[in-house]
């Protein structure tokens, strides 16, 4: 058997794209796991580090990483939310980032589909918060009801590339300038 595609390989094709733009690229792991909104938080942080501090990059430079991460199903009030991996880790990211500024980041499945949508996943800018406040959506309310989905696609900001039939690994990069 020979492999054609790995979640390695994933990350290294983007942090060669990366450098031949001229920026830095830096590969945390293609096995990360955890709680979906727990791993965006913990990215956040990283980026907020990065953006403040040049710790432990200097900007600009892309941050990559994979793995498969988990969604806990919580019960919430009001219409059942829709939405995966890929979109949680990103409004949990969102909303830890508070509108850092110079942090964009894409998270996607490389299938082309975030848990059971069709979508592969979003992303987030820095003015993803204060664009759901100009429109009245709580970003908080939409991660309590695992709607992630619902939350970018009010933004218009889902990532849509339709089934690529190759699922290697979530993928996530992150932008710091």
């Known amino acids: 058997m020979h492999l054609i595609a790995t979640p390695q390989q994933s990350l290294e094709v983007a942090a060669t794209a ?11 792991g293609d096995e990360i796991e955890g709680e979906s909104r727990e791993v965006g938080k ?17 900007r600009p430079c892309v941050v990559l990483s994979g793995g498969e991460t988990t969604v806990t199903v919580r019960p919430a009030s009001g219409a059942p939310g829709r939405g995966g991996r890929a979109t949680e ?37 820095p003015d993803t918060l204060a664009r759901a406040k100009a429109k009245g959506i709580k970003p908080r309310e939409f991660l309590e009801r695992n709607d992630a989905y ?28």
Do not use: K, W
Not at 49 to 54: A, E, K, L, Y
């Open 150 to 177: 619902g939350f970018f696609d009010l933004l218009g900001d889902l990532v849509v590339t339709g089934p690529t039939y190759t699922n290697v690994n979530d993928f996530r990069a992150m932008l710091i300038r």
């Open 18 to 28: 990366a450098r031949a733009a001229g920026i830095d690229a830096h590969i945390l």
């Open 42 to 58: 913990v990215h956040a942080a990283m980026a907020r580090q990065i953006g403040r501090r040049d710790q432990p990059f200097a």
């Open 89 to 125: 880790f990103l409004l949990g990211c969102a909303i830890a980032l508070q509108g850092e500024p110079g942090v964009h980041v894409l998270a996607a499945d490389t299938d082309g589909i975030d848990g059971s949508e069709d979508n592969a996943g979003a992303i987030v800018a």
